[in-house]
């Protein structure tokens, strides 16, 4: 229904949207429930060597488990649950969200057998389909088009401190007290921080922070065919899906799959994934995404090309660090090289956010959000962990003592696809700018 200055309680100062202070407030609780979501997701990629021991089950099932099958209900919910937020109060979606993956999350600390277990999975998918895209278009109604790529990329921090507190502390808690009750914890956080949501964070008024006047709140928002027909028309989110698909496949790969890799052909135990490895990969993946936004922040105010300059040159940098860190004996070096991959390789991540928010919509913005955690998630999540797992399995059935190895570097030659589509974009990424400007103005 129409959100009304007086019946949402929304913003209603065009020139001043929100104090700063509200702004910040609605930055960190978004960004604290973001982490919430991604401490959700990563936790079973922690505890693939620990759940196995109970649950025995093959390489390719945990691929399915952390990656496809939790994707498909992420992703296939994504885009409708981004059209309801494009429609009703964002904020309340998102609280009801955090709910609903957060106790699925308990759930999975119950699972026996691998189908109870992908159910939760499949649930906490559903669940966290109302996080990220409801979350940006706030977002994106609290802060101006030229604070955007900064304030995307301190968002998506959320990721890598998701990371590290699923990491640290999922892995101290699942070492102490068993890897059931780590589930658990996390889940009763979840719950926790909801009604904070909820109570403390208003509606923004759409389009509130546009340079040009907003639309009357009786316009409609976009179809979704409308909104899909905006990908197909402008090249640069036509490159921009695949690209960052790609990059996400590889990002999510390596993220689920080296705590793996480290303990069971480097010889960590869980104790020292939690101490050194989770801080590592919370705070690499942090200045990434972070810094992806900051360097495009910089880089745009000369050229908008650096919305794909930054992530190509990110993503080349990363794959020698990745062969060579691959190759080292004994983890602590290993642990080391594979810091320069952990930053690169999530550094398209703010950009390619800020970008869809800047070329969609007002009222598109987070299903056109959607649209692009579509491939995130369906070529990214879905595609990366499944394809390390078959082919770990496939090399240890030929015979190799170190399938892992060879499966996370089946991840390179995809980097370098992704780094020739980044450049490709970055032809067409001014034209596309104009021609936002004169058919989507607000």
């Known amino acids: 229904m129409p959100e009304t200055a007086h019946g949402a309680g929304v913003l209603t100062n065009p020139a001043d949207p929100a104090p700063p202070l509200k702004r910040t407030l609605a930055l960190v609780i978004l960004m604290a429930i973001g982490s919430i979501n991604y401490v959700d997701r990563q ?3 922690l505890l693939i060597e620990p759940v196995r021991q109970d649950i025995p089950l093959s390489d390719t099932a945990f691929g399915l488990l952390t990656g496809l099958f939790f994707a498909l209900f992420y992703a296939s919910m994504g885009v409708p649950v981004a059209m309801l937020a494009d429609r009703i109060n964002r904020v309340r979606l998102v609280a009801i969200s955090c709910v609903m993956w957060s106790v699925c999350t308990g759930l999975c600390g119950f699972a026996q057998n691998f189908w109870q277990l992908a159910l939760a999975r499949f649930g906490v998918g559903i669940g966290e389909a109302g996080g990220t895209a409801p979350s940006l278009s706030i977002l994106s109604d609290y802060f101006r088009p030229d604070q955007r790529p900064a304030m995307i990329g301190l968002y998506t921090v959320n990721g890598p401190i998701g990371v590290f507190i699923g990491i640290s502390l999922g892995g101290f808690i699942a070492a102490q007290y068993g890897w059931r009750t780590a589930f658990f914890t996390v889940a009763l956080i979840g719950i926790a921080l909801a009604p904070i949501l909820w109570l403390l964070v208003r509606e923004p008024r759409r389009g509130a922070t546009e340079n040009s006047p907003p639309p009357p709140s009786e316009e409609k928002a976009p179809s979704l065919l ?3 027909g905006i990908f197909l028309t402008l090249p640069t989110l036509r490159l921009l899906l ?7 496949f590889v990002s999510y ?4 799959w080296l705590p793996a890799y ?3 052909e480097r010889g960590m135990v869980l104790e020292e994934v939690a101490l050194w490895f989770g801080p590592a990969a919370g705070i690499c993946m942090g200045l990434g995404i972070w810094g ?3 360097i495009v922040n910089i880089g745009a105010r000369k050229s908008l090309k650096a919305y794909a300059w930054a992530p190509a040159a990110s993503a080349f940098i990363g794959c020698p660090f990745l062969l060579a860190a691959l190759f080292m004996p004994g983890w602590g070096l290993s642990l080391i090289l594979l810091l320069v991959p952990m930053i690169c390789v999530v550094m398209y991540v703010a950009p390619a956010l800020a970008l869809t928010q800047n070329l969609a919509p007002l009222r598109a913005r987070a ?3 959607a649209l692009l955690l579509l491939s995130f998630n369906l070529v ?8 390390i797992g078959v082919f770990s399995d496939i090399f240890s059935t030929l015979g190799s003592e170190n399938s892992l190895r060879w499966a996370l570097l089946s991840t390179i030659p995809i980097s370098l696809v992704a780094v020739a589509l980044y450049v490709r974009m970055g032809q067409t990424i001014i034209a596309d700018h104009e021609t936002r400007r004169i058919n989507y103005a607000p």
């Open 292 to 294: 992806g936004g900051a």
């Open 226 to 228: 409308s909104t899909i």
């Open 242 to 248: 695949p690209a960052s698909g790609l990059l996400a």
């Open 43 to 45: 936790l079973l990629s």
């Open 262 to 264: 480290l303990m069971r």
């Open 253 to 256: 790969g390596l993220l689920n």
């Open 367 to 369: 299903t056109a959000t």
């Open 380 to 387: 990214g999540l879905g595609g990366g962990p499944l394809m």
